[in-house]
């Protein structure tokens, strides 16, 4: 069962310009979102994240956006940058001990 | 900065032998995880561990699993009779505090890549 699903398996962007990462969910129960960063041959690397009380949290050049509604959440890095450039996997939680992940979106950012 | 260590960083073992991964979590952390991926597929959760316990654990973590916090520092899974379909990078995690008290998030090892043949 895909709980979380990332359907865009990849993504190029120029750099300078925005990138916009999705994520979509299914389980109603999910209260906390998070995202990742993994590069090759590393394990993933905290991002973001925000909680389902808020619809926006800032951080630099990341922006994740929470619709609860429609149960989907994205990622939004502006400027993008080549170091940027990695698999993004999206995370949800529901208990403080397990996260879920989506199959990760691979960004290329053009120099 | 403190990180999340994992030896070894590849192992390679014959189907049916027991392997064990081993992790130092960082220090002051209170959750520890094993998550695991198969090569092309998403990170999955194996197990999560508190208190000296199994807190909650996945279908995948059959009985063939275990995990065990031998001492203060170490973090181990242990495979008991590795089957082929086993073979995945594996990801040692942990957390401080409860994330719902102050919103701690699961730092990752650099992963053990297992072989089984």
């Known amino acids: 069962d895909q709980q979380v699903k990332q359907n865009s398996p990849s993504l190029s962007v120029q750099e300078g310009r925005i990138s916009i990462l999705n994520c979509d969910y299914t389980n109603s129960m999910f209260d906390y979102f998070l995202w990742y960063k993994k590069y090759p041959a590393e394990g993933p690397t905290f991002l973001i994240s925000i909680s389902s009380i808020k619809d926006k949290n800032e951080d630099g050049r990341f922006t994740v956006f929470l619709n609860k509604s429609a149960k989907h959440l994205s990622l939004h890095i502006v400027p993008s940058q080549p170091g940027d450039s990695a698999v993004y996997f999206c995370?949800?939680?529901?208990?403080?001990?397990?996260?879920?992940f989506g199959k990760g979106t691979k960004l290329t950012v053009n120099p | 900065e403190p990180e999340v260590t994992q030896t070894p960083s590849h192992q390679v073992t014959q189907m049916g032998q027991e392997v064990i991964l081993r992790c130092v979590p960082i220090?002051?952390?209170?959750?520890f995880y094993w998550y695991r991926q198969i090569l092309g597929q998403k990170v999955e959760f194996l197990v999560s561990?508190?208190?000296?316990?199994?807190?909650?654990k996945s279908e995948i973590f059959d009985d063939q699993f275990s995990v065990e916090r031998p001492d203060g520092s170490n973090f181990t899974l242990k495979i008991r009779s590795t089957k082929l379909e086993d073979s995945a990078m594996y990801f040692c995690?942990?957390?401080?505090?409860?994330?719902?008290?102050?919103?701690?998030?699961?730092?990752f090892g650099q992963g053990t890549r297992l072989t089984v043949v």
């Open positions: 995370a949800a939680s529901y208990a403080p001990e397990k996260l879920v």
């Open positions: 220090s002051n952390h209170l959750y």
């Open positions: 995690a942990s957390s401080g505090e409860s994330r719902r008290a102050t919103g701690t998030e699961a730092f």
């Open positions: 561990f508190y208190n000296n316990e199994i807190s909650e």
